[in-house]
């Protein structure tokens, strides 16, 4: 097995706690009200140490898309156009769309439906190199290759395009290398530096020919990346081919694990477990919550 599926079949497990953790915040009435105060949803494009709006409003029909978007919505839905507020073409895209979407189903929200979309492949999603503005939070260091993510992200913005980062430093240590969390970003003397203990990549370095890096880190301590598109993204960086035998490869590992009984017990009972602890946290009061979660991470 090549280390990309490899890396995919660690990706898979960590899918579980990920449902289980937005199921029960949008099952509790105090998370999701939380949730809902804090992102920019029906308001203007809100972005950490970049002006969105500011960008999008010179562009006739601005086209977003917020990839890795979970459930949370945070962005902002309007731009300022002319002095109007004007709805946003934007797009929420996750690999887990399928199960995300059944969620706004059971518990009645009126939020948008969520694009199924990996960052790895998104060029096959979104293929006309027509996208102003990509916004990835949080979510590159949960992928399973956040390099061919970058790559793949930049190749669908149309020339000028920008993608945006927003990241917590270094998660993976911080989260010991469990579930999604495979890859730590940082900014390694404002470079944008990907790695973990087996790989370390200068993005800006590897991007040159065909985008423009600016690095920062905000007041809050989030690693932040604005990186624009100057040209086309080389044809072997996207790698076709190398994808189909990984996809095919990942898919084969897969239907061989569902052979297994004990696999299948495990994901189920990981997904369980989870939505146990989660239906707890979530029905918490937010402080006790936060003090119980500065507790595990002393521990
Ligand atoms: C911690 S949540 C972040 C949600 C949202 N962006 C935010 O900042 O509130 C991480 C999200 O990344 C998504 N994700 C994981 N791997 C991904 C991939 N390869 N491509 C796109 N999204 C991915 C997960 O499904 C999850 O919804």
């Given at each position: 097995m090549t280390k990309d599926s490899s890396n995919i079949q660690k990706w898979i497990e960590g899918i579980p706690y990920e449902i289980a953790f937005w199921n029960n915040v949008y099952r509790w009435k105090r998370p999701f009200d939380g949730l809902m105060k804090w992102s920019h949803y029906g308001n203007f494009i809100e972005l950490e140490c970049f002006n969105a709006s500011q960008f999008l409003e010179?562009?006739?029909?601005p086209l977003v898309l917020d990839v890795g978007?979970?459930?949370?919505?945070a962005t902002g839905n309007y731009i300022n156009k002319g002095g109007e507020k004007t709805p946003l073409d934007i797009h929420y895209v996750d690999p887990l769309a399928p199960f995300f979407n059944k969620i706004l189903k059971k518990y009645k929200k009126n939020l948008p439906e969520i694009d199924f979309g990996m960052m790895e492949y998104l060029s096959a999603f979104y293929?006309?190199?027509?996208?102003?503005l990509v916004i990835i939070q949080n979510a590159l260091d949960h992928s399973s290759n956040p390099l061919k993510g970058i790559y793949e992200a930049v190749d669908t913005l149309r020339v000028g395009g920008k993608l945006y980062l927003n990241h917590h430093p270094n998660e993976a240590e911080m989260e010991h290398y469990k579930g999604f969390h495979q890859f730590n970003i940082c900014a390694e003397n404002e470079k944008l530096t990907i790695w973990n203990k087996s790989e370390r990549y200068d993005i800006a370095e590897l991007l040159h020919v065909f985008a423009e890096v600016e690095t920062a880190t905000a007041e809050s301590g989030h690693v932040i990346a604005i990186i624009t598109k100057k040209s086309d993204v080389p044809y072997d960086l996207l790698g076709d081919k190398n994808d189909k035998r990984v996809l095919a490869e990942a898919l084969l590992q897969q239907s061989f694990s569902s052979f297994s009984f004990a696999k299948r017990l495990r994901m189920s009972l990981l997904y369980w477990k989870y939505n146990f602890i989660q239906f707890v946290i979530q029905g918490l009061p937010w402080d006790l919550r936060m003090k119980i979660k500065r507790l595990i991470k002393q521990a």
């Open positions: 010179n562009q006739e029909n978007a979970g459930m949370s919505y293929p006309d190199h027509n996208v102003d």
